[in-house]
């Protein structure tokens, strides 16, 4: 018998799902027991489900699993969601209320006041508002949540710069198809094509960050007063976000300065080795014409966040370029080191 701990994922047969199923397959500490999707895959085997898009096989004992009903109260207490965010809202409620412990991608309970948008390098402490959720919601279990996935890669990269003062951002991204689901945008849409539009994303790219660059105050986070602007583009990529990010600080920084903050940050997840923190959160890349998707994004397993092109900005004061993976550190490889700080702090 496996002494790893019985996980389930919701929304597994989806884009996201499939980096799930992909990355809990090698887990040292977790395993995918339970798997749900909708009615439309529900009662058959995942292999016949999950319209599979991952270059990597499909795991043998995932493609033998039959997908399951979403209901709450079956399935291991741990879930991770991959829902659609349509559904995601009642369904990760009703999860929470029966006992489950939802760790989620959607962004249905982002910046609900007591859910922690968590990224374990930035506010591991933000878990303390798990209790809050149980006396004020009357959940039995409860709900963690990681951000957007451009927000992922724009606050790991700005949360060493708050002890330098950072006071403003501008940030335009470049970003990947996958990061719409499957089917999509549509081929005739983006094939030779930048699409200058991306519902909802700008205004998530500009208040989460402040939730997760914020500090804990008791019973809530006081936000980051960082002031971010943000524009979002899809591009012709399949997986990958760039961001072009130019800093504003409350007085004058020097290049050296940011370049020490950046080599210097390491977080709780490198400290107590948790198995999907990656051994460097940030990765400077030195050559002129890097970071670049085809490239750089899957070093490091998806889970860092490579930067590089460092230099004077005319008018905020510095200006570089961010890349992550999406569907991994963006998504599913995020959920998952926020559910192994929670097992290495005792909260599943
Ligand atoms: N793609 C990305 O880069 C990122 C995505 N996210 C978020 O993660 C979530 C999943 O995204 P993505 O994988 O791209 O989406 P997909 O559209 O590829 O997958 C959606 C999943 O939700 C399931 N689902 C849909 N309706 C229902 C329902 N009524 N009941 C139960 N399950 C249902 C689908 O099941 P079935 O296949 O059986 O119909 C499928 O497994 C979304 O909330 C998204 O916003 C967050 C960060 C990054
Ligand atoms: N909107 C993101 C992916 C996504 O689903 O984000 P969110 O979970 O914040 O809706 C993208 O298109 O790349």
Request: glycine fraction near 10%; include cysteine; proline fraction near 8%.
């Amino acid at each position: 018998m496996s002494s790893r701990v019985a996980v389930g994922v919701l929304g597994a047969t989806g884009t996201v799902g499939q980096q799930f199923v992909r990355l809990l397959a090698g887990h040292p500490w977790f395993e995918a027991t339970w798997l749900a999707g909708s009615e439309r895959s529900e009662g058959k085997t995942y292999a016949d489900a999950a319209n599979w898009k991952l270059a990597t096989p499909m795991p043998d004992a995932a493609a033998a699993r039959v997908v399951q009903r979403p209901v709450p109260g079956n399935g291991p207490k741990l879930v991770f969601s991959a829902l659609d965010a349509n559904v995601a809202g009642d369904l990760e409620k009703a999860f929470a209320d029966a006992g489950h412990i939802v760790v989620s991608n959607a962004r249905n309970y982002r910046m609900d006041p007591l859910v922690p948008l968590l990224i374990p390098e930035i506010n591991p402490d933000h878990l303390e508002l798990l209790e809050q959720q149980k006396s004020a919601y009357g959940w039995k279990g409860g709900i963690v949540t990681n951000s957007n996935c451009s927000t992922m890669f724009l606050a790991m990269a700005l949360a060493p710069l708050r002890a330098l003062g950072l006071t403003t951002c501008n940030v335009v991204t470049l970003q990947a198809v996958s990061g719409a689901g499957y089917p999509g945008v549509p081929s005739l849409d983006i094939l030779g094509n930048v699409v200058p539009f991306i519902g909802g994303e700008e205004e998530k790219l500009e208040m989460e960050p402040q939730k997760i660059l914020g500090r804990l105050a008791g019973d809530h986070v006081e936000p980051h007063p960082v002031i971010i602007s943000a524009h979002t583009t899809r591009v012709p990529v399949i997986d990958g976000h760039s961001e072009m990010i130019s800093v504003g600080f409350a007085s004058s920084v020097t290049a050296a300065d940011i370049r020490a903050a950046f080599d210097a940050f390491s977080g709780l997840p490198q400290e107590i080795g948790l198995p999907f923190a990656p051994p460097r959160p940030l990765v400077y890349l030195e050559a002129e014409n890097r970071p670049q998707p085809r490239l750089d994004v899957e070093r490091e397993n998806g889970m860092a966040v490579f930067l590089g092109r460092l230099r004077p900005c005319p008018v905020l004061q510095h200006k570089f370029v961010a890349l992550g993976h999406n569907t991994v550190r963006g998504a599913a490889g995020a959920a998952l080191l926020n559910a192994e700080l929670m097992q290495a702090q005792g909260l599943l």
